[in-house]
Each structure stands twice: as structure tokens, then as C-alpha cells.
């Protein structure tokens, strides 16, 4: 059950025993994980396990309770999602951080605009942008009508595109998706593995949020279970193969006469 | 204006799933030209119904010199609006400005730029204090600011009081202020010379000794259509205006992509605060006096102006062309009546079907031509 | 049963504001007297015109057990019960402004004042003699009925045709509106405002503006600095004085008289009207610019 | 009240995820019982500065007749403002509803019962057809009910006018009315009986003949705890009540689910000019009259004090209850001032003031006792 | 490409040739489907290829801008979902149609509480609702800690979960699923497989939305592939294979390199 692999760099993040009550709602009650450059750590559990709330508090959105938080072995304390971003945390949240009545571009670039003129006079220009947004998103298998459209009128799948393809335009040290590939078509995902893939490989470290189990081996260097709001362990690849981590995904829970009604299938 | 643009770049390919629209069809999708849609429905009822005078030169400054008033805080109450945030204290932040103005120039003796500095300087503050309170407390502004609404308002009370003594008027300020530059960028009219050379060549109308009936375009007017563009500029070009329609469309979301929220709602807490002061010097150099009674209601007709103009009172949505245009529209239903011949008492209902009316043909002709829903 | 000067409290309820310019000169007599009969003195008024809301200060006021009570009295039916109760638990009363007609029913010891619509028949007679045919009268707070009654008094005294303008606190506001119904119907060839600072001076602004100072009447009920100015350049006919101040500031005195010493005027005392034409207005500016005229 | 029920089933097993939180700390989640601090305190301040007579039963009775009847207004405005819509018009309806109450009673001579019906089913229409506007055309409340704040406002004056033959003012009610248990329903006071005998018994303080200075319990008082016993029990256990947070929070949503999203708002729409006419029909009895000014900026009052009572302007969150508390918090700051020794020019600058201070006292208990965020 | 399926019986709901336009987007231009009672019908296509505006157009949420919408053979026009909920469809909308505000139960029985006592003082029993929530969400899988907590504070899977529930509570003819399963966990997927399976056994006719093939050939009967606002065929399970299908909802897309590459595992 315990992380068997020595790390002989410090990790990009740590949090140990990290703990979140939202009044009398225990969310995290004493989590620990950590994630080093290029490496993808996965982290599984079932609905409601707190993994959001973890990723929550690595971003900046929420404040833990308890617990210690070191990003390159230093302690640190975030105060607003932004503290994070300019520390290289980007994250692509599940209830995605857009804005429905604003266009693609203005949401794409938004709170990193680019900008030209001198001051006072410095502007944005949204030609620009709207190109890249464009392009950004064909990138990802997204062809959009129109980068001016509201992103409340995008499909739940598009939303997701635009959120991710954001997240990899602007760069960063660490990645977190919570899980981006949930809405998303069959080529599309693809698209966002194979991003996911290059990232580990420019020596970004990675946490990505998933629930199938196909797409955790797929991309994954380790694989860190919570369980009501608790770490179950960590497990390197070549520890365990596909359906041990399918079971332990599940919580435990006897899936077996499930899945073999269904024909093994889930 | 909105945040999604509509003057797309010309794609490559055009995509099969696009529709094509006209041209008008285009424009109009823009929310401020609805409000133009009602200011033509207004215009073209006072054109039947209106003594002509309305129409004349002298008839349009005479509804353009409050309107514009109004519309200064209108743009600014509709900045705040879109950043999703209420300001219920402009109308009394203009009765204290006019104070803080009069007895700066009077009591103290400064200079006209230096009260001018201080009144500006303190509206700001006061508006920042708005701000921080709404934000640390996370009390719904329309609270806060209503509680600023009476604090500010009584203390121009009494400090009118103090100032002069006992009455609640302040007055005197002309002669403390004498003429110049300074002066003229505040009150008065603008292009002057224009005005009597036009008058001269019979171009537009004089009085029997040969002087323009109209001497010249009010500064206030020149400030609103300034202040207009400027905001304008900025909500659709810059990436302040980002950040506006960003804290009001979802501040979470805004402020997990990294924008500065607070930052955001206190400048434009200060900024309203500053539109506020700016229309009390401008009205206190014009009337040569303050008064207890000044800017009454105003924050009212402000967020009327803004929501006639398209802006929603929820936040994310609006633009600073359509307060421009609400504010024109209001001032026009509400002088327009004088020059008609109903009976005065039916002032209210007359303002208030108006009011609907503008908003439903507005809301009508962009629903046609914006297609079904 | 002399009482000790500085026990004895007075309540006086109005209608009108602490912020209405008429009112707070009543305020500084009330705040007056009080000093020259060293007792101690309540005002109070609703936020707005509100019948409702001054008959609920009244029976605050009552409950608090004071030596005297002074009250406007512009609507007799809502407030006559509250001052009732005032009577009969023992607190003596005096009307002040408006009422005079219903003061001595109502148990009030005497009224100080005069009523809204003869000062406003008063004007109106005047402006008559000087000419006037075709009349506006600025109303800033339709609904008020001690405004209305000013309106009503000047149209009944005018005789010609009168029409009501209805208008807003703001002086752009009613300078547009004065200056549009100037140059809708130039048969308009006097301008009645019901307030001095809110509605007369923007409305000299309008007639300035309208190039026909000299050929319109400006009159204004109560005063202000800027239009008793006005007066003396000969701009404006006159502004109405009822001396306000003294609706303050006797009832104080008579009520401190009558708690001490049991000594109260047999009748009541008419304030005004007082009009302030070209001659004496150079005299009342600066008494005006400190809120006693 | 909030959707959020707090009185847990006691369920078989704890869960180990929640933290166990003591009695206190769950009755004051309740959003209501937030209010309840901030009337705590503004009694307690009242306590130390105010005349001692304030808090004997008539100085109660003096604060509670002005507190129910603004309170019955924030009531039915806080339930509207829970499903997701603003009205405007409250104040205006108060004044239209008496003059229509008036009228009905004077100049057409009819029974108080028939003026009554006519009044409550004018008044329906009246809120149903701003509902039907709000509705059809999907513009925001704010702007159709400010419209019709005008329109009634407009319409009052120019019905006192010709019910009076001129005057703004209605009198001579009382003549028509006369006396009887229907009135007694309306106006005046209940329990009358009780006082005189605890007057008897010297248990109430009395005058000096004998009467008891408080004659009874004002019946506004009764209707006012009435109606918001009435609407707490539907908020909170009928399905009405779970359609009005329903239709606040989201009407998409709740149009998805099935919930008839347009009927639930019409008739709150419906019950808020309701309560405008009840307030009318109490007023113009107790006052024998009825004026063109009544009800002006009750709407303003009617929504600080739901706001102060914990009701969200955003629409699907709030309680019947806080708005009780809401109003009474209102009504004591504003009637309290004239117990204490300030001097009336400081009126509004308390008044602010004191409701910042209740609300920020509200907000900080709560927070303090519901743990951090 | 055709179907070639021939019914015996009415469909339950059939539309022909279903148009819509938002403003100047067309979201779908010319789409037929059918789905007869005891199927479960997959619908099946890329991101934006206007699956989830199709089904709002079935359950009344939006109304199509032309084509035929039949239920039971009858021509039908729903102005509201409550018409669609009358008519026996019931829908679970990919973005829920909850209130975040409200607790789970009031959300659970939102628009269908049961009352008890007599008019006009009829109440709801929210004792007994609350107790009815906590066993619903139990059988789904989900533990809920308290039902009266507010459903915007739910993690994204057990909202899932409220929605999925409260639809088969109900019951209806049609049971219409918006991607039901792409926010929960291994455990819960099963659990809605399985229910999925159970109400098809009872004769309700079934669409279900996902973008997970192997989900899809687990329940589905029928398979119906759009594709920007098109459909593209229905087929019969019998009539294609796992992989053929998955290269359909992909659009047609060159998929094979990129599968390839993450070791053939979407
Ligand atoms: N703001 C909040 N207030 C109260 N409880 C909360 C809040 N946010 C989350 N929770 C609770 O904390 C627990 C963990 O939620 P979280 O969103 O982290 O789960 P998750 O692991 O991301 O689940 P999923 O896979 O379904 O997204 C949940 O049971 C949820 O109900
Ligand atoms: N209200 C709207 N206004 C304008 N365009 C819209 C609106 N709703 C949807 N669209 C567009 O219609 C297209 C179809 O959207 P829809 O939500 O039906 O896709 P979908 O097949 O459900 O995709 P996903 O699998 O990503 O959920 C999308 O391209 C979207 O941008
Ligand atoms: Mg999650
Ligand atoms: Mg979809």
C-alpha cells in the first residue's frame, strides 16, 4: 500500500495530511500525496471522495483546515487562485471557472490577457486573440463556429475544450485536471491524452482526475486512491495492473456480479 | 456592447452551421442598438404629440444639459451593474461632493483646483470604503451602500449646516470662484464662438439684440459623450473591461481564472463614487450653490437609465452606449411632457408608460430581428 | 408651581423634513426659543410626506409624557386621533404652519401661523395686479398637500389660466422643464415656485436662459439668499415670507411660559405672509443665508 | 428560513464525515435567527441611550404599529424576492389601493365588505398583469413594476382629483364607515378588554382617568404575526413554498423539473399587491383618509428590511421570519431615534448606521457560529 | 446505413427530420430517430454534433424550429417540460436540472411532491421525503450524510446521482439520460448500467446519451450516430461491432495513430 518508489528529486507538490471542513461536513480528513516533473499522477476515488476539494486547495480556491502544503519543498499558503497560477499551478476545474455570457476568446484568455499599446492606451486585441482561440481549439479536434460565441451556448463537451486547451496554452509547472475527459467524444479525448502525454514528456508534472480506469493506465506514471476524504494508498504502474485499480477505484465495492451481468464491460 | 463581439474575423472557410444574417440583422444584435430602437419609438411620439419647439436647437440642449447629468452617473452605475455590484449611495455621494465642493471653495478658501482635487479625492475614498465593506463582509452591496445612502445624506445635512451657519443652502461660489479655464472645463457652455458665428450667418436662431438662443454645447454634455466613449473603450477593448464582465458574470469562475475581483469592484466602487463628484462640481459651479435636497433620487434614475439601456440588474451584461442612450431616453420622457398638451397631473402615468413602452419596443425589436426565444 | 426651567421638555412633530430649506428654518426658531427659554426641545418629522408615519411620531411623542406639544397639522382626519390623545392626557398643545381651521377642535391651545393656500391667494392676487393672465406654478413635491394648497391658493388668487409643473429636486431638472414649458406656450407670463432654492432660482436660470427677464414674473414662496438677490436686481416680483422662524420659535416660548408660569396668549398668532419685494429684500439676504428668514 | 431544512431526520448510523455541532451553533444557522442578533443589539443599544419610556408596553405598542405594517409589506416582498422578482410598485399600490378603497366607500357609496373585495380584487389584477409583463415579455421586474410605480402613482393623483373635486387629500371616511366587527378587523385595536381589565388591576400603566394608556393590541400587529406565521408554514412545508425557492434559484431548472414556473410567479405577483391594499385598507381606516403621498418609498422599506432579513436579491434564498424581524429592526431604529437625545439633523446618518451595524452584527454571528467561509 | 430494422409496433417517440436554430447557429439541421418501448436506444456522436439539443427538443425544454415529433404516432407540440413529463418522458439533463441552493430532498421531489392532509392545508412531509431521498441515493450507491444539505454543495458525481435517481423514482414511458454516467465513478456507473438494463426489462423505451462505447454496447439495443446536426445511421447491435462503432462516434476521424500511440486503451 505504500508509495515504494524513492523520489530522488523534491517534488514539484507535496501535501501531507491535509484536511478541509466545510462546517460540520468533513471533505478531506487527512490526505497526503505528492507529484514530481514529468510525471502524471492520477488520482481515483469514488464520487465524493474529496478529490475536488483536494485540487481545490492545491489551486488556491479553497483554504485547507490542516495539514501541510510545500511546493518545491517550500511551505506555502494560497490566498487566491491567483497566488497559485503565478506559482505554475494551472487547473482545469470539474464546474469549469468560465463565464457563460462571455465569448470563447474573452473566456480563453481571461485574467491573462495580452496586451498592446503604451500605457494608458494599452489594449487588447481581440482579433489576435479570436485567431488563437481558433487555433488553440482546432488543436484539441474542436472546430468553433465562432470564437465570439457565448460559452454558455457551447455544448458541454466544447466547454470542456475550451477549458483545457486554456490551461495548455498558458502553460505552467504543474497541469491538474479534474476530470477533463469526462464530457468529452471519443476523438477529442484522445486529443487530451495525447496532450497530457506531451506535457509529462516536456517535464511538467501532472495530476489528472479521472473515473475510467482505461484512461488512468493509459497516461499515468502513479495512481493515488482517496476514499471518504482519506488517502488509500499510492501505487506506482508496474505495481498493480488494470483491474486491481479498477476495484480499488470502485472503493472496494463487490463489482463482479455487476460488471459479468454486463459482460465485463464498464 | 457586449462581450461577445459581433464584428467577427473573416474566416477561411465559412462554417455549414452558420446561418447567414444581414447586415441590420448584425447590428442589431448589438443590446445598445435596441435601446436606440426605443429612444426612435420616444422621439417619434413627442414628434406627433410635442409643441415643435422641442425639436428646435435650443429645445435639444435645453433636454440634453440634465440628461447628460444623469447619464454620467448612469455609465458609471452601469459599469458597477455589469461588475455585478449596486451603488444606492450616488444620489447622497452628489448632495455630500457638492459639500465637501462649496465649503472647500468657501470655508476654506482653496483654489478651484485644489477642491476640486479634494472633492474628487474623497468621493474615491468614500467609494473604496463602499467597496472594501462590500467585500470583506460579503453583504449584498444593495445594503451597504443603502446605509451610505442615508449616512452621507444626513451628514451633508449637517454639514451645510455648519458651514452656513443654519440654513441648508451654500451658497456664494460664483464669487469665490471667478472665471477661468479651469472653470469653463466644468461648467458653463463649450464652443462659444461657433455659436455667434453661426448666429451671425442666420444659421441657427437669435434673439431680437442678435445674441444665439443657444450660446453654446453645455460642458456636461461634452463630459457625457466623453465619459460615454472612454468607458465604452475600455469594457470592449481593454482588459480592464475583461475583468468588468468577468466579477459580475461569476466571480468565482472570474477569480479562479486569476482575475483580481476585489481589486475590480473597488475601482469601480471609487470610480461611480468619482462620477458622482464630478456631476456635484459640475452642477455646484452652474447653480452657483449647494443645497441638503441635491442629487435626490438620483441613484434611482441612474440604474433606471442603465437597465433601459440593456444592462442587467444581476450582473455580466450591458454595455456603457446603452446607459447613454437610457439616460437621453429618460431625460426626453421627462422634460418631453412640458412641451405637449397633456395635463400635468398625468405626469407620472405618462412617465411610466413611456418608460415601459421604450423598454418593450427595445426588447421587441431585438427579439425580431435576433430571430425565435 | 413654578417648575424648574431646565426640566421641561417640548416635542414639536411637522411634516416637513430636517433637509426641506422651509422646514429647517422652522427648525433654528424651535432650536431658538429653546435657548432664549432654556428648555429642552424635541423635532421630529417623517422621512416623507406620510400621514401615516407623523401620527405614529405623535403618539411617540405623547408616550414620552412631555410639557408641551407642537404639531402641523395638514391632514385633520389622520392626525386629529393622535392629537386627541395628546389633549387628553393632559399635554397642552399648539398647532403651528398648517390647521388653523382645525386647531381649536382638536383641543389645541391656539395656532401659530398662516395657512398654505391664503398665502398662496395672497400671491396670486399680486401677481394679478402686476399684470399677470397666463401662470406656472413649480410644484416640486406633488402629493404634498400643504404644497398643492400653495398651488390651488395661487390659481384661485391669479384668476387666469394656471398650470401646475410638476418638477424634481434637482435645480437642472427644473430648469429644463421651466425653460421647455416657457418655450411650449410663450403666452406664460408668470412663474409661481413653491420653494426658493429648489424651484425659484433654477427657474430664473430658465427665464434668464429664455431671454425674457422683465417679461415674466418670477414669485417665490419662502426665501433663499440667491433669489431675495434676484428681488433686488429687480429680476424676480417678490418671494412670500410666512416667517417660519416665529412658527418655531413662539410656541417654544409660549409653551415654556405656560409650563412655568401658566401664561399662554388668549388667540392665534397670524405669522404672515410677509411679501419681500424689490425694496426690502437687500435687508433679509444675509438673515436668510443663515436659516432665520 | 432556507430551503435547507436544519431539524434532521435522526438517522440510524452517524456518518463519520460530519463533524457534530452543538445545539446552539444549529438554531443559528437558521438565516432568521441571524436577524435575532441584529435586533438584539439594536435593542440593547437602545437600552442604554433611550428614554426608559420607550421600552414600557405603550412605547412597544408606539414601535410595533408602524414596524406591522411595514412588516406585512416586507412579508409579501420577501416571498416575491425568494422567487426570483423585485416590485416596485408596493408603495404606489398602497396609495392607489386606498384611493380605490376611498372611493369605493364615499363617492359610490358602497358597504365596507363590497369596498373591501373590490379593493383586494383590484389589487390581484393589478400584481397579476405586472406579473404577466415580467413574464410574457421576459423584461426584469425592476423595470415593469418601476413603470407601474409611476403609472399608479400618477393614476392615485388623478383619481383623488376627481373623487375630490380637486383636492389630493380623501377625508370624511370614517363618517361613511361607521362602526362594527369588520372594521373592528381592520383598524383599531384588539383585546381591548384585556387592557381595561389589567388597568383595572393596575398591572398597565394608565392615565390619569383611568384610562389604560395602551387600549389594546394595534390589529395591524395581529395581522402581521398572522401573516407571517401563514408564510413560514408555506415556505417551509408546502409545495408552494419548495415552487417559490424553486423558481428563485433557477427557474430553468425548476421549469425542467415540472414546476409551473409562470403560474408561481404571477401569483406571487398577485399576493404582493395584495398586501399593499391589506396595508391601504388598514391605514386609510385608522387614518380616516387617504393622500397621493401614502405608501411613498414603502417599496424602498419593505425591501431593506427582507434584505435585513436575510433574504438574498438574487432570488431562492430567505425567510418569512427575517422579514418579520427585518421590519421590526427597521421600525425600532427609525422610531427609536426619537427617544434618545440626538438632535434630528443626525437622523439619517443613525438611521444608516444603525443598519449597518445590525446587519454586519447579523452577519458576523452567523459566520462566527456556522464556522469559517 | 439505413435502418434496417423493421417495427412491429408504433414507436413510443419518433421524429422526422427535426430542424433548430439558435439565432443564426444551427444546431440541428434535418435529424430522424425513433425509440419503441423495451429498447434502449444509445445516441451516439461527436462533441456539439447536437445530441443534447435533440433530447430538449423531446422533453419540451426548446421548441424545434421544423420537422415532425411523434409520440405514440400522435403529432405532438410540448410548450413546456411539464407537458413532456405529462406525456410520461423523463429526462436527465446533462447540465442538471437542479436548484444548488436547495437540499437534495427538495430537489429530489421537486414539481411532484406528495402532499398529505386536507386542502387547504395541505403540507409536504419532508420527514418522510428526506427518508425516501436517503434510500433512493443509497440504491444508486451513494451515502449521502444528510439530505437536507444543499445540492450545490454535492460533488459533481453524487449530483449525477440526484438526477439519475429521481427520474427512475418517478417513473415514465421514455426515460431519457443526458450523459449520465460521465461524472460517476466505477461503482455508480454500474449501478446505472444496471438500472438502465432493468428498465428496459420493464418495457420503457430508453435513449441514452454517453460517449463511452463501451458503456454503450454494454445496454444499448440500437445505436444512432449524429454528427454536426446530421444523422449519420442507426444500427442494431447485431449490425456492427465495438470498434466499428467507435470509429463512428469519433466522426469518422483518423483515430488510428493516436489510439495507437496510448496503447489502443480509450
Ligand atoms: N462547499 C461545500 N459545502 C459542504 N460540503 C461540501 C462542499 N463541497 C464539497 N462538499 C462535500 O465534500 C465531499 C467531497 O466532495 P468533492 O467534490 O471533493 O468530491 P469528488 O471526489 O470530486 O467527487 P466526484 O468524483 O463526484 O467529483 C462531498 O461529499 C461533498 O458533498
Ligand atoms: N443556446 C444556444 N445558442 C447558440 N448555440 C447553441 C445553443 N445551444 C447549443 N448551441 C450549439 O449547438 C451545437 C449542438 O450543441 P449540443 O449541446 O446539442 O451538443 P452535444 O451533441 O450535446 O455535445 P456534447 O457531447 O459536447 O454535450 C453546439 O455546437 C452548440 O455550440
Ligand atoms: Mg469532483
Ligand atoms: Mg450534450
Avoid at chain 2, 331 to 358: E, H, K
Avoid at chain 3, 34 to 62: C, H, N, W
Avoid at chain 3, 83 to 107: F, R, T, Y
Avoid at chain 3, 121 to 147: D, P, R, W
Wanted: hydrophobic residues 45%; charged residues 15%; proline residues 4%.
Amino acid at each position: 500500500m505504500a508509495d515504494n518508489k524513492v523520489e530522488t528529486t523534491t517534488p514539484v507538490i507535496e501535501v501531507k495530511n491535509i484536511v478541509k471542513h466545510y462546517g460540520s461536513v468533513i471533505a478531506l480528513s487527512g490526505v497526503s500525496m505528492q507529484v514530481s516533473s514529468g510525471e502524471v499522477l492520477c488520482l481515483l476515488g469514488d464520487n465524493g471522495a474529496g478529490k475536488s476539494t483536494l485540487i481545490k486547495t492545491l489551486s488556491g480556491v479553497v483554504r485547507p483546515s490542516g495539514g501541510d502544503f510545500l511546493v518545491n519543498g517550500k511551505p506555502v499558503a494560497f490566498s487566491s487562485p491567483r497566488d497559485a497560477l503565478d506559482a505554475g499551478i494551472a487547473t482545469v476545474y470539474q464546474d469549469l471557472a468560465m463565464i457563460p455570457l462571455m465569448s470563447v476568446t474573452r473566456n480563453f484568455f481571461m485574467g491573462r490577457e495580452p496586451r498592446r499599446g503604451i500605457r494608458p492606451f494599452r489594449y487588447v486585441d481581440f482579433k489576435h486573440c479570436n485567431a488563437v482561440t481558433r487555433e488553440e481549439m482546432q488543436k484539441i479536434g474542436i472546430d468553433i463556429r465562432d470564437p465570439n460565441q457565448a460559452v454558455g451556448t457551447l455544448s458541454g463537451g466544447e466547454r470542456q475544450c475550451v477549458a483545457i486547451a486554456r490551461a495548455v496554452y498558458f502553460g505552467a509547472k504543474v497541469l491538474i485536471l479534474d476530470e477533463p475527459t469526462s464530457a468529452l467524444g471519443v476523438a477529442q479525448t484522445s486529443m487530451v491524452l495525447k496532450y497530457i502525454h506531451q506535457v509529462q514528456q516536456k517535464g511538467l508534472g501532472v495530476i489528472f482526475i479521472t473515473h475510467n480506469v482505461r484512461h488512468a493506465y493509459a497516461v499515468g506514471s502513479r495512481f493515488t486512491i482517496l476514499n471518504r476524504g482519506k488517502t488509500l494508498g499510492t501505487f506506482a504502474k508496474g505495481e498493480i495492473n488494470i483491474d486491481e485499480l479498477q476495484n480499488l477505484m470502485a472503493g472496494g465495492k463487490e463489482l463482479q456480479t455487476l460488471s459479468n451481468e454486463l459482460g465485463g464491460t464498464i | 456592447m457586449t462581450p461577445i463581439e459581433q464584428n467577427t474575423v473573416v474566416t477561411a472557410k465559412a462554417d455549414e452551421r452558420i446561418k447567414q444574417v444581414g447586415f441590420l440583422t448584425h447590428m442589431m444584435r448589438r443590446p445598445e442598438l435596441g435601446a436606440v430602437a426605443g429612444l426612435v419609438l420616444v422621439v417619434a411620439f413627442f414628434f406627433l404629440t410635442a409643441d415643435r419647439s422641442m425639436f428646435s436647437l435650443s429645445g435639444v440642449m435645453t433636454i440634453m444639459a440634465p440628461a447628460s447629468q444623469l447619464g454620467i452617473l448612469a455609465i458609471a452605475a452601469s459599469l458597477l451593474m455589469i461588475g455585478g455590484e449596486f451603488d444606492l449611495s450616488i444620489g447622497s455621494m452628489v448632495a455630500f461632493s457638492g459639500l465637501i465642493f462649496g465649503a472647500a471653495l468657501t470655508n476654506f478658501g482653496q483654489p478651484l483646483w485644489i477642491s476640486i482635487i479634494i472633492t474628487m479625492l474623497l468621493a474615491a475614498a468614500m467609494g473604496a470604503v463602499n467597496g472594501q465593506i462590500v467585500i470583506r463582509t460579503r453583504l449584498p452591496s444593495f445594503i451597504v451602500t443603502l446605509a451610505f445612502l442615508f449616512i452621507l445624506r444626513g451628514l451633508t445635512l449637517v454639514g451645510l449646516k455648519w458651514a452656513t451657519g443654519g440654513s441648508t443652502q451654500l451658497r456664494g461660489i460664483e464669487e469665490v470662484v471667478g472665471d477661468g479655464p479651469l472653470k469653463g472645463a466644468f461648467s458653463g457652455v463649450a464652443f462659444q464662438p461657433l455659436f455667434n458665428w453661426l448666429a451671425q450667418h442666420d444659421l441657427i436662431e437669435k434673439f431680437d439684440n442678435g445674441v444665439p438662443k443657444v450660446t453654446g454645447v453645455p460642458v456636461s454634455v461634452l463630459w457625457f459623450i466623453g465619459i460615454a466613449v472612454v468607458a465604452t473603450w475600455v469594457l470592449l477593448r481593454t482588459r480592464t473591461g475583461n475583468w468588468i464582465f468577468a466579477v459580475g458574470g461569476d466571480p468565482n469562475a472570474a477569480r479562479n481564472s486569476g482575475v483580481p475581483v476585489d481589486r475590480v469592484k473597488t475601482g469601480l466602487f471609487a470610480l461611480t463614487a468619482c462620477a458622482a463628484a464630478l456631476v456635484a462640481i459640475i452642477t455646484v459651479l452652474d447653480a452657483g450653490s449647494t443645497d441638503a435636497r441635491r442629487g435626490f433620487q438620483k441613484e434611482f434614475e441612474a440604474i433606471i437609465a442603465a437597465v433601459i439601456g440593456g444592462s442587467l440588474l444581476t450582473g455580466g451584461y450591458g454595455s456603457a452606449i446603452g446607459a447613454f442612450f437610457g439616460a437621453i431616453i429618460f431625460g426626453l420622457v421627462s422634460i418631453g411632457l412640458t412641451y405637449t398638451q397633456f395635463d400635468s397631473d398625468w405626469f407620472q402615468v405618462f412617465l411610466g408608460s413611456m418608460l415601459l413602452l421604450a423598454v418593450l419596443f427595445n426588447n421587441f425589436i431585438r427579439r425580431k430581428v435576433t430571430g425565435e426565444r | 408651581q413654578v417648575a424648574v426651567a431646565k426640566d421641561i421638555k417640548i416635542i414639536a412633530v411637522t411634516h416637513g423634513q430636517a433637509n426641506d430649506p422651509f422646514w429647517s428654518v422652522v427648525k433654528n426658531g424651535v432650536t431658538a426659543g429653546a435657548k432664549d427659554a432654556g428648555v429642552q426641545v424635541d423635532y421630529r418629522a417623517p422621512e416623507t410626506f406620510d400621514m401615516v408615519a407623523m401620527s405614529q411620531l405623535i403618539d411617540a411623542a405623547v408616550n414620552q409624557k412631555p410639557d408641551g406639544l407642537i404639531v402641523s397639522i395638514p391632514d385633520s382626519s389622520a392626525l386629529g386621533p393622535s392629537i386627541k390623545k395628546a389633549v387628553a392626557a393632559g399635554i397642552p398643545v399648539i398647532s403651528i404652519n398648517s390647521g388653523s381651521d382645525v386647531s381649536k377642535e382638536l383641543g389645541a391651545l391656539l395656532h401659530v401661523g398662516q395657512d398654505e393656500y391664503g398665502a398662496g391667494k395672497a400671491a396670486g392676487e399680486k401677481l394679478k395686479e402686476m399684470g399677470g393672465k397666463t401662470g406656472i406654478c413649480i410644484n416640486q413635491e406633488v402629493g404634498n398637500v400643504s404644497l398643492d394648497l400653495r398651488c390651488k391658493g395661487f390659481a384661485d388668487g391669479f384668476g387666469g389660466e394656471v398650470k401646475v409643473l410638476p418638477v424634481s429636486n434637482d435645480p437642472a431638472d427644473v430648469r429644463a422643464k421651466v425653460k421647455a414649458a416657457l418655450s411650449s406656450n410663450t403666452a406664460i407670463d408668470t412663474v409661481m415656485a413653491l420653494g426658493a432654492s429648489t424651484a425659484g432660482e433654477p427657474a430664473l436660470d430658465a427665464v434668464k436662459d429664455a431671454g425674457l427677464v422683465g417679461k415674466v414674473n418670477v414669485a417665490t414662496f419662502d426665501l433663499s439668499a440667491g433669489f431675495l438677490k434676484a428681488v433686488a436686481a429687480g429680476e424676480a416680483a417678490f418671494a412670500i415670507d410666512q416667517q417660519q422662524f416665529l412658527q418655531g420659535y413662539l410656541p417654544v416660548v409660549f409653551l415654556a411660559n405656560d409650563a412655568k408660569y401658566g401664561l399662554i396668549p388668549g388667540g392665534n398668532v397670524p405669522s404672515g405672509p410677509n411679501l419681500i419685494t424689490k425694496d426690502k429684500a437687500a435687508q433679509v439676504v444675509d438673515l436668510s443665508a443663515k436659516g432665520i428668514r
